[in-house]
């Protein structure tokens, strides 16, 4: 009564290996290194270099044991599956090898196997050899052993008893060793390093066939600590009439015919159904909603694979029964999937593939083995046959099994069709051979489900499900006539996926499922249910020149979490989302030379005669007037904390005191939109000497309070600053001393400490104590060389953080019950490198009409890192009245020249 094992087509089966010679040091793909994380290296997925990915992953298609497991799927072998036709990979249909060039390998999971017939231990005939590593197998109850076709005399009469290994050839697919021996005939499994948990659901003549033994060996898997339960055989339910010549015609019973017996007939069970049926399965009530509790508690840690029927009497229009139980016991939806077979023919992309008749593929089939078979009778083999003579296929994904149907929603696809797997041992020869069906794609699923366990091990069964399902490749969907009704799966979060009735959500793609799915998200809050979500992709840093590489050194090899949309956690190097503004390691700009009118004015151009005890101001902080007087638009030092105050609306004042000025202003930001008054504030007191002197100073004190910025470093997203204040104390200092009547020297020095608010809801977590420096030396000299023309030699360093404290928050994941995780990291500021800048400045007015400039800069460890090049840079301008022509060129350290040339014509370029 019970659906026998799939077993081969008669074809020519390969010459079997003689005995296995283990080799002194097994041949190992190398696994890639694994980052050295703290806590969230047990929730999250860390890919660092996807590059590196791929090179592995396309190492392990050409590893031997990968290419036999489908080793007939070769266009250069006359026995290629599909009748000769080219084919791509069962396993690189689903992307496994990604999974291998990632890491995984399924180490730490277990496997269920539920199944019949093995070769595990020695009480079944001894272990294959996929199956021999250490520690690889557990067992629950009594298994029946493998074994190979018998011949057995009685009476002398001669009885064959058919081979039988399904169980074997299941495992091998699920977890068999990659062991590195290279043999003609050597297999591995999608999770190669898992574990197994092995029970037979049949036994020796039947005698585990029960209910009762079904949930005993799945209680057996749990405590196992199985992740996944692989069951490919099925409970027929037959449905036969008697023929008049006395013959009965049989047809399997799908969900739907099972659905409409109970409807018509008022039943109200399964068992029931069964019984009404006649098949003596001596199931109960009682014995059904074991097995059905069973399963559901063990999808408390693990998921439920189910092999959809191969559909061996060709009526099925629906999932069978077994696959199909959470249709009639709802409580088992959580985390089951149902796998159907399809043959897939080509190397072309799933994309770029069509779905063919089953019933025509199956014609088609017949056809090319009797030519096949023909042809071996007449040549001894079938090596002389040309495979080009095949029979054309217009499409290349043909379904040979009953359709997900009603299982639809949890369903996927994969190729079973002519995989080599492991069979018996015979005389101490570890057999293998090909089959095909339904109970070898499925246990390519239940790998999968291994390796993603793997990877992701803070998920619950119900995500791993999830995570598979809303990442299958169903691109080559057409339309329903073809695929059958579409639906869709909600997963949340703007996540869904569509499926059909034929084909469900599409082939198992390990390389989407080990990605992000929708929005890439940092959460802040104190569970994932709780918790306020932040676009990663919109989420970024970008610091002032002043921190230089502070922060990347600081955080170079730190990660944090981010989630996707269907929760899983993957690391993301920190520093991936810090950046610096525009670097000034690019010299001089040349667009600003020709937008400069004028050339530098002297320091007494600060206007001392309007000044006002009180007076209102709009851009004009009186202070920092007396500070900058004497720069022009290029040379002006960028300090942070004096431009923001430099801009805004205000009050300015002035009174005479000693030789000199005090001078004080209170201004507020303007918005750069609609000039409404913005957020930031500047309190500045300063007191300037006699302009009129020889040797002329001023020095600065104030305050500036910034918001939403730190020290003009702003974030976004994540990093976002919206809600923090910034305030930073300073003194400037500024001075010029007339060395003759035609030379001057003139210096600006800044120093400033800054403090920003804590806080837990965003990446930037607060600073303390950050020092800032800025120091300028000028050396000018008029009249050099012609009348009117300006000499300028220049030494400084920009503003750089010297010291201080910033705490960054950093998410680590979440653990099994979706509490979100932080870590804080506080770091002390100090880049590596200090940025000197070495400039020469000449401008000549030639006449009245024509201008000259000529200037050049020097700058060594740009931007305060050490680690950057040095870099030259030289300019030079001319003006005609409205015409402006600018040439520029620089170069890098030990780089190439680099030349440009821009012309204006106008008053403004």
Excluded at 222 to 235: P, Y
Aim: hydrophobic share 35%.
């Amino acid at each position: 009564p019970v659906e026998q094992p799939e077993q081969p087509i008669q074809v020519e089966e390969p010459e079997q290996p003689g005995q296995i010679e283990e080799p002194e040091q097994p041949i190992q793909v190398e696994e890639p290194e694994q980052p050295q994380l703290s806590y969230f290296q047990e929730t999250a997925f860390v890919v660092l270099n996807n590059d590196d990915v791929d090179q592995k992953a396309e190492e392990w298609k050409r590893d031997n044991e990968f290419i036999m497991v489908d080793s007939k799927c070769d266009s250069s072998n006359i026995e290629s599956k599909s009748m000769n036709k080219q084919c791509t990979h069962a396993y690189e249909l689903l992307n496994i090898h990604y999974a291998y060039g990632y890491g995984l390998s399924g180490e730490g999971q277990t496997i269920a196997i539920m199944d019949s017939a093995f070769n595990v231990n020695e009480i079944t005939g001894g272990t294959h050899q996929e199956f021999d590593s250490e520690g690889k197998i557990t067992t629950s109850g009594t298994l029946f052993s493998a074994h190979p076709e018998i011949i057995i005399e009685i009476d002398d009469d001669s009885y064959e008893i058919s081979a039988d290994y399904h169980g074997n050839f299941v495992s091998s697919i699920a977890a068999g060793n990659h062991d590195g021996i290279e043999d003609d005939i050597n297999i591995m499994g999608v999770a190669y390093n898992s574990n197994l948990h092995i029970s037979d659901y049949y036994g020796s003549n039947g005698q585990n066939f029960h209910p009762d033994y079904w949930a005993e060996a799945t209680y057996s898997a749990i405590d196992a600590g199985a992740i996944v339960q692989n069951n490919s055989w099925g409970l027929p339910i037959l449905k036969c009439t008697e023929k008049v010549n006395g013959k009965k015609e049989c047809n399997e019973q799908s969900v739907s015919d099972i659905q409409q017996i109970i409807l018509e007939n008022e039943l109200n069970s399964v068992a029931d159904v069964i019984s009404y049926l006649n098949l003596d399965y001596g199931l109960t009530d009682d014995s059904v909603n074991n097995y059905i509790t069973a399963l559901d508690n063990f999808q408390e840690q693990g998921v439920v694979v189910y092999a959809l029927s191969n559909d061996n009497y060709n009526n099925m229009n629906d999932a069978d029964l077994s696959a199909g139980l959470p249709e009639f016991f709802p409580e088992l939806d959580e985390a089951w999937i149902t796998v159907a077979n399809v043959d897939f023919i080509g190397s072309q992309s799933i994309t770029d593939s069509s779905v063919g008749n089953k019933t025509e593929y199956w014609e088609v089939y017949q056809s090319q083995f009797t030519e096949n078979q023909n042809s071996i009778e007449e040549n001894g083999s079938n090596t002389e046959t040309n495979q080009n003579e095949s029979t054309d296929y217009n499409d290349n994904i043909y379904l040979l099994s009953a359709p997900c149907g009603q299982t639809a929603s949890y369903c996927l696809i994969a190729d079973g069709t002519w995989l080599e797997g492991a069979t018996t041992i015979v005389e101490g020869i570890h057999q293998y051979e090909s089959n095909l069906g339904t109970s070898f794609a499925a246990p390519q699923i239940s790998g999968g489900v291994a390796l993603l366990a793997e990877a992701f091990p803070n998920h619950t069964p119900e995500q791993l499900v999830d995570r598979l399902l809303a990442s299958a490749n169903n691109s080559f969907f057409t339309n329903e006539e073809t695929d059958g009704k579409y639906g869709i799966t909600d997963f949340g979060n703007g996540v869904e996926h569509q499926y059909s009735f034929n084909f469900g959500h599409g082939f198992m793609d390990l390389y989407a499922a080990l990605n992000p799915i929708g929005d890439k998200s940092v959460l802040f809050g104190k569970s994932i249910d709780n918790s306020v979500r932040i676009n990663l992709d919109d989420s970024y840093l970008l610091t002032d020149k002043a921190f230089g590489d502070a922060l990347q050194k600081a955080f170079q090899n730190d990660f944090i979490v981010f989630h996707d949309g269907l929760n899983a956690g993957f690391g993301s190097k920190l520093t991936n989302s810090i950046s610096q503004t525009a670097s000034s390691s690019q010299g001089i700009s040349l667009k600003q030379l020709l937008n400069q009118d004028r050339v530098k004015q002297p320091i007494n151009s600060f206007n001392t005669n309007s000044l006002t005890i009180l007076q209102p101001s709009l851009n004009k902080s009186l202070p920092l007037q007396c500070l900058y007087a004497g720069y022009s638009t290029i040379d002006m030092p960028d300090i942070s904390y004096l431009n923001s105050a430099a801009l805004g609306a205000g009050i300015n004042g002035a009174v005479n005191l000693f030789d000199g000025h005090l001078l004080y202003s209170f201004s507020q930001s303007l918005e750069s939109t609609d000039n409404n008054l913005g957020q930031d504030k500047s309190l500045v007191l300063a007191y300037s000497s006699n302009q009129n002197s020889a040797t002329r100073a001023a020095i600065a004190s104030g305050l500036s309070m910034e918001q939403g910025s730190l020290l003009d470093s702003v974030g976004s997203g994540a990093w976002g600053m919206d809600q923090k204040h910034a305030q930073t104390t300073y003194m400037a200092l500024t001075g010029e001393h007339d060395l003759s009547h035609d030379m001057s020297l003139k210096m600006m020095a800044a120093l400033g400490r800054t403090h920003m608010d804590s806080s837990a809801k965003t990446l930037f977590g607060g600073a303390e104590g950050i020092v800032t420096k800025h120091i300028d030396l000028q050396l000018n000299k008029s009249q050099t060389f012609i009348k009117g023309d300006l000499l300028t030699f220049k030494l400084s360093q920009p503003l750089r953080a010297n010291a201080g404290q910033m705490t960054i928050n950093m998410p680590q994941g979440s653990d099994a019950d979706g509490n979100l995780h932080y870590k804080q990291k506080t770091f002390d500021i100090k880049p590596s490198g200090q940025q000197l800048d070495f400039g020469v400045n000449y401008h000549a007015e030639i006449n009245s009409q024509f201008t000259l400039g000529l200037n050049s800069l020097y700058t060594k460890q740009a931007n305060h890192n050490k680690d950057n090049p040095d870099h030259y840079s030289m300019t030079m301008t001319m003006a005609w009245d409205q015409i402006k022509f600018g040439m520029r060129g620089e170069q890098f350290e030990a780089g190439d020249l680099k030349r440009s040339a821009q012309l204006s014509i106008g008053n403004k370029f």
